[in-house]
């Protein structure tokens, strides 16, 4: 089954300061790569999302890069703010199969 | 007002019972999911449905068990074999195929066991 990987664990950044999370993945047949949002004590929201058959998007200060050959996908926050801090969740999934998420990055952004 | 409820939204069990979790979604999806979160571990998959009648085990399914009569239920039931129960759950549900729709979570269930 898919096994996603997700780096770092924890990232402090100051305001203002751009932010990048990392993912790699196992299934060469997943082509949807989400990304999801949870801030403390609430549930997960999606935030961007990617499909194989795109190499990156963008949506305002957050963007997300996709290497299928490398089998890695990337999210980039640009210009943080405070809140931004949150739990940050990669996630993969192929075609009839439920998303698998990546262990989630705590992103710490001071002002 | 749409969206997906789980109940309890604590709960206690002394070890040894097994419990119930209720997910309930009034939005009309087909598939949905459930899902274990432990500090540091993310989101672990532990049984979905796309249909009614019908759900597949996920990563962490042992000791884990549900039903899925009807298209608005999905409950989980943990029972005593399941090893390290105490743990926040949360239930998910989307409107597209299985792996391109977003996810709608409900606001999970802490269990505790005793």
């Known amino acids: 089954g898919e096994n996603v990987e997700q780096h770092p664990s924890t990232l402090s950044v100051q305001e203002g300061d751009s932010a990048v999370i990392k993912c790699t993945y196992s299934d060469s047949a997943s082509n949807y790569f989400p990304w999801y949002k949870q801030e403390l004590g609430k549930r997960p929201q999606l935030i961007i999302d990617i499909r194989s058959n795109v190499g990156e998007k963008k949506d305002q200060r957050i963007a997300v890069t996709l290497n299928k050959t490398a089998k890695h996908f990337s999210l980039h926050i640009t210009e943080t703010q405070p809140e931004d801090s949150a739990v940050y969740f990669c996630?993969?999934?192929?075609?009839?199969?439920?998303?698998?998420f990546g262990k989630g990055t705590t992103l710490s952004v001071s002002s | 007002d749409g969206g997906i409820t789980q109940s309890p939204k604590y709960l206690f069990r002394k070890e040894g019972q097994n419990v119930t979790l209720s997910c309930e979604q009034n939005l009309n999806h087909d598939a949905m999911y459930w899902y274990r979160q432990d500090p540091g571990q993310g989101l672990r998959l532990i049984y979905y449905s796309q249909i009614v009648n019908d759900f597949q085990k996920g990563d962490i399914a042992e000791g884990y068990s549900v039903s899925r009569e009807k298209k608005e239920s999905f409950p989980l039931t943990v029972t005593s074999a399941q090893k390290n129960p105490t743990a926040f759950y949360l239930c998910a549900s989307t409107g597209q195929s299985a792996n391109t729709g977003e996810l709608f979570f409900g606001e999970g269930s802490r269990l505790t066991v005793l």
């Open positions: 996630a993969a999934s192929a075609a009839g199969t439920a998303l698998i």
